[in-house]
């Protein structure tokens, strides 16, 4: 089945990752260089979780890791991270990233970007951000090179700097926020020197790049849990260098306003949403407007009028800071725009309505569902079930009517001008009878479309019968004479 296609296509694949590691940390060997793993690889391991890429440490530069690696007849070999040390090299669908042990890790702030390569694994171990992090393993015989209590950690649950944990984060203050991903990831917590010296150095945040941010951060929303990442960024003062407009959730009503905390209510749509990045981004900032636009109605009930609309502008100037991508910045601004119009769907709707619905929300119109599945925040039972069974009615009436416009779409293979270039005969009432013949096979289900070459086929016969053997030519060889107003023209 898939496999002899993939075999054919990519043999790497046959051999097991481990298998492939410990050829590379023989061919390093045999070489006089030393080849370990480490980072999330190890981690996933010791952990007894699945691993997608591979990270290896070398005391090769970069130059001899190219030349050992191409031993291993990699399916190809990238550079981009040569100046950092790394090489990476493809098997099949599997990374391996080979990098010289260093003696620094941290570049983006310092003035000359040129990275010191280290002397030996511990000095590189010393280096890296976290204990749980900073763990080797020898591929050949399973010895874990552990100095800083990492593994301990991995099983104690625990995020703690290797080192002194203010200076770690001074080096490079993007590890804060790699702190609260790999707690919010891996469901650990984070020692309580380390959250202190987060909390010091929080500010340091502004000094990296809005990319290098977006990345963790978007890390942190796909996790199991994102609440607790949020939470833990808000927390730690992390947040108000990265969506400031969150802090503002937590406004208060003024005294005798009552409604739900948006904060809290933000939080539990984000932890309700499927790990999709831009479903996970729409919860986030669904009702980010929402401070801005309470009011307080003519008969006492708090409202925020034209929400929505604010919310877009505001998902957009968001993300834009931010640096994302231009079809993320437009997806997520337009599912904040309708957040609402699915789940203030009733059975009064009109069809008309629920197209009105399908137009606007357009390819995000499943996006849309999730979303305001996930908005239904109600601790009242049979009120959620209520709005649970709309929500399902209208998707069901939008299935309904996207199934009746392409059943409306549907028409013969072949139009007027196809048959009478196919006949060589003009215009004439023919056209129509064939073109209903072959439209009933559609609807039938017994002819495909798209099926150009049995509809003709098929029209052949149909002609060959209603005329029976006689072929009557009548009109035969003047087809191109046929006036051009006249032909048959049906397609839409
Ligand atoms: P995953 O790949 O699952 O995101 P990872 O731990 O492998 O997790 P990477 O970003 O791939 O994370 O980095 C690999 C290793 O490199 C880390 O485990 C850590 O040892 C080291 N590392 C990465 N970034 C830094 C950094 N900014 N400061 C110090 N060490 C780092
Ligand atoms: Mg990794």
Do not use: C
């Not at 043999?11 to 097991?16: D, F, I, L």
């Not at 290797?162 to 650990?188: S, T």
Request: charged fraction near 30%; avoid cysteine.
């Amino acid at each position: 089945m898939n496999k002899t296609v993939q075999q054919e296509r990519a043999p790497q694949t046959a051999v097991s990752v481990t298998e492939l590691e410990r050829r590379l940390a023989e061919i390093f060997r045999a070489h006089g260089k030393q080849l370990y793993l480490v980072g999330g690889s190890v981690r996933a391991v010791l952990l007894g979780q699945p691993h997608e890429d591979t990270d290896m440490a070398t005391d090769a530069t970069p130059e001899e890791i190219k030349r050992l690696a191409q031993l291993a007849h990699p399916d190809g070999i990238y550079t981009v991270g040569e100046k950092f040390g790394t090489i990476g090299l493809i098997f099949g669908t599997h990374r391996i990233e080979i990098t010289t042990f260093r003696s620094e890790w941290y570049t983006e702030r310092s003035r000359k970007p040129d990275v010191r390569f280290g002397v030996s694994l511990e000095e590189d171990l010393s280096r890296r951000d976290f204990t749980i992090n900073a763990i080797a393993q020898d591929p050949l015989t399973g010895e874990l090179f552990d100095p800083f209590g990492g593994v301990e950690d991995l099983r104690a649950g625990i995020i703690r700097a290797v080192g002194n944990p203010d200076e770690r984060f001074r080096e490079d203050p993007l590890r804060l926020l790699r702190a609260i991903r790999f707690a919010v990831q891996l469901g650990f917590r984070i020692e309580p020197r380390t959250r202190e010296a987060i909390k010091l150095n929080a500010a340091q945040l502004a000094t990296i790049s809005r990319e290098r941010i977006r990345a963790e951060f978007e890390k942190i929303l796909l996790a199991p849990k994102p609440s607790i990442g949020i939470r833990m960024l808000v927390d730690l003062g992390l947040m108000q260098y990265i969506i400031p407009e969150i802090l503002l959730l937590r406004t208060k009503a003024p005294e005798g306003w009552h409604h739900k905390d948006i904060y809290e209510h933000t939080l539990g749509v984000l932890d309700n949403t499927p790990p999709d990045l831009i479903i996970r981004w729409a919860a986030l900032l669904h009702d980010i407007a929402k401070p801005q636009t309470m009011t307080l109605s003519p008969d006492g009930e708090v409202q925020f009028l034209g929400h929505e609309f604010l919310g877009e502008k505001m998902a957009r100037d968001i993300l834009r800071r931010l640096k994302a991508d231009s079809r993320t910045i437009e997806r997520v601004a337009h599912l904040v725009r309708i957040h609402l119009r699915a789940n203030a769907y009733t059975s009064e709707w009109t069809d008309g309505a629920v197209r009105r619905l399908m137009r606007e929300a357009g390819e995000d119109l499943e996006a849309l569902f999730a979303l305001s599945r996930a908005d239904i925040t109600s601790h009242n039972p049979p009120r959620v079930q209520a709005a649970y069974a709309r929500l399902d009615e209208l998707r069901r009436r939008t299935e309904e009517l996207e199934a009746q416009a392409s059943v409306a779409k549907l028409s013969s293979p072949l139009d007027g001008h196809d048959l009478m270039r196919i006949f060589g005969r003009g215009p004439g009432p023919w056209i129509g009878r064939v073109k209903d013949y072959l439209l009933g096979l559609v609807l039938d289900g017994v002819l495909a479309p798209d099926d150009r070459e049995r509809a003709e086929q098929l029209a052949r016969e149909f002609l060959a019968r209603e005329e029976g053997q006689a072929a009557s030519g009548e009109q035969a060889g003047q087809a191109d004479a046929a006036h051009p107003q006249r032909k048959e023209e049906q397609q839409p």
